[in-house]
Structure formats: structure tokens, C-alpha cells
């Protein structure tokens, strides 16, 4: 049996609302005051108690061989402090019980936004080169219990994912 793996470099590009669609919404910041939009993160945090949290990250890095989803609630991410951070996504496609490799990409978010990941949305990270982030993560109180979808690469296609920035 074969047990080396590849490392196959992902180019991770600078993120918008336009190349993050596919996967969720990208949220800067408003004026105060302003009325709900379709600008605004479109929640869907109904199927249990919300919980909203701090999580302290250190030394991520860049590599990674399990890829995650929820498909009972959105998830936002954000990071404090105003660190830049990398994340690699795939679309949901409810129907398989693993990401599409061709529909892989990955995305360095700028520490003035946020990250809302529609249900379902394959995810990997937050990886990033700093030695510490805090992040701020909303999801439900018991999406890692529950509703905590991993596919590992390593036991799928002996692969493991470098993000690299985009040339």
C-alpha cells in the first residue's frame, strides 16, 4: 500500500464579494444607521442557540489535509487586530458526502472584513503566517458536536494542500 502523499499547492487570491459568492458573502464595514441589505451577512442561525466567541489560533501555517462543513447553520469568521488570513473553500453540493477538487479555491482576507460561509460551504482554516490571531467565530453553540462534517484528503487521495498567494 502507498502511503507517501502529494502536497499540491492551492493559489489563494485576495478575496471579493464577486470570487466569494460561490461559497458566502464577504462583509465590510457600513455606516451606522444604515437599513438590512442584501450588503449584510444573510444568517441563518435558526436551528439552535447561536454562540458568538473569541478563538485564539497560533502557528497555522499554510498546509492542510482535512476540509470541514456545517450544514445546519452559516458560519462568520473574522479576524481581530486587523491580520490578514487565508482560508480554502469548496461549494457545498449537499448531495455528495465529499468537496469537488476541481471547485477547490482559496481565498487571503484582509483584517478590515469578514466572512459569512453559506450552509454547507467545504472549508479549511483559518491558516495564516502570524505566530497568534484571535479570531471571532459565529455559529451555533453546538455546530462542533453535531454538525462538524470532516473529510480528510489524506485517507481520500494520500493529498495534502499548500496555499500559496496568487502570482
Not at 55 to 63: D, F
Not at 71 to 76: F, G, I, K, M, V
Amino acid at each position: 500500500m502507498n502511503t507517501s502523499k502529494t502536497v499540491q499547492q492551492l493559489p489563494a487570491e485576495w478575496i471579493t464579494p464577486e470570487n466569494f459568492h460561490p461559497y458566502g458573502q464577504v462583509i465590510f464595514a457600513s455606516e451606522d444607521g444604515k437599513n438590512f441589505d442584501l450588503e449584510d451577512a444573510q444568517l441563518n442561525l435558526q436551528n439552535g442557540t447561536p454562540r458568538f466567541y473569541i478563538m485564539r489560533l497560533e502557528q497555522r501555517g499554510r498546509k492542510f489535509n482535512k476540509i470541514t462543513r456545517h450544514l445546519q447553520c452559516t458560519q462568520c469568521l473574522g479576524s481581530l487586530a486587523g491580520k490578514d488570513w487565508l482560508i480554502a473553500v469548496c461549494p457545498p453540493h449537499n448531495d455528495l458526502n465529499q468537496p469537488v477538487l476541481a471547485e477547490m479555491a482559496a481565498f487571503r482576507i484582509p483584517g478590515n472584513c469578514f466572512i459569512k460561509l453559506n450552509q454547507g460551504t467545504w472549508h479549511a482554516g483559518p491558516y495564516f503566517d502570524h505566530e497568534t490571531v484571535d479570531f471571532y467565530n459565529l455559529e451555533l453553540a453546538d455546530t462542533n458536536v453535531v454538525d462538524h462534517f470532516t473529510h480528510n484528503f489524506i485517507h481520500s487521495h494520500q493529498l495534502e494542500f499548500e496555499m500559496v498567494d496568487r502570482a
